[in-house]
């Protein structure tokens, strides 16, 4: 733990980490960068393979231009050292000693293999905590297996629920599994820290992101158990809202893509005639829509037949508009109604504008400025804030190794020559 801490730093500020991660677990470390800890990325000679993820900037391959390092690594420190040296491995255990929290995401068994693992570094730092970011957990007899992103999202159960029926099973396009498993790695962390507050005592935390995939499957698993039926894909539409129909939860507009559900209850007693009498003002609902009485209307045993026909006329309506237009008009009526937005109209957005969301960062090494998303939250003190780049390979080499471990220009030399650096 720093004792440089002001007051008006972070909450973390006082803390440092050392970040061991490759794409499956530097979610984690950023968490903990925007809450102010220092989080030192230890990065293989060369750089860590999560560099060469595209997309890249300007479409230039290159590991310093990887737009996925950049999102996930702002605020962080980067040394490189080779863990499997013998010098290596010395320097690491020196960084141990004032570390408070190590996040790390190799195979199970791997750092035991080098004599790196938590029994190990425990005895160097007892009040250690280390989280361990991997596919299937550190027991059990998937353990030693690798995954990707897509393996786990299909085998968790996600992407059984994702499409259309009568087709094959379609993924989010954007990976999930490590970003959810990094999360909870940062949660379980901070949990972690607090029983260390209590008691003086690291601890590990195993976090397996087959466990987290599972748990974002949501209903379908006690849909299985008490009514022996899998939730199948239906595409734009959701299952298991009712015993006899399918709900479409997306139309397309003119422009794009909405969000509206014909709803039960209470709130749809409102939602669902707002619309019709919207529909109705421009001569656009005929008399078996106006006719349906909103108060007796149950969602939950409705017929497909039935529903089939409101939305069609919902979705003819809708196509007549632009998604703006209908978040404008559909929220002054008191509608359910939401615009499927693009990247391009995020960054435009002003309820993220009207919050300083966006944070724009100097990329001096590009010469350019770039726009990132900003703070996870937003505290009456000073809680979280996202304040610089993603750092070069190595970029702390120096700063770290002769200011804070005080090697001298020889022993940098030496140990570069000898791959270590």
Known sequence: MRSNMKPNDRPLSVYRVLDLTDEKGCLAGKILADLGADVVKIEPPGGDKARRT???YKNQPDPEKS???FAYNTGKRS???????????ALFLRMVQGADFVIESFQSGYLGS???DYETLKQTNPRLIMASI???????P?????????????MGGQINCMGYADQHPIRISIPQAYVNASAHAATGMMIANYYRKRTGKGQQIDVAAFNIMVQTSGSAI???QTVQRNLYRAGERRTGMSAFADMRQFYRCRDGFVMFSIVGGNGGIRNNQAMVDWMDSRGMADDFLKAINWKTFDKTTVDQETVDRIEDQVGKFLMQHDKEELYEEGGKRHIMLYPVHTPGEMLENKQLAARNYWVKIEHDELEDTLIYPGAFAIGSENLCAVTKRAPLIGEHNEEIYKKEL???PEDMIRLTERGVL
């Open 222 to 224: 006690p849909y299985w």
């Open 54 to 56: 595209g997309p890249f």
């Open 134 to 140: 991997t596919p299937w957990g550190q027991t059990g």
């Open 67 to 69: 737009l996925f390092w």
């Open 406 to 408: 005080g090697l001298n």
């Open 114 to 116: 080098i004599g790196l």
């Open 79 to 89: 040394i490189t050292m080779n863990l499997e040296s013998v010098d290596g491995k």
């Open 142 to 154: 998937y353990r030693d297996y690798e995954a990707s992103d897509l393996v786990l999202c299909a």
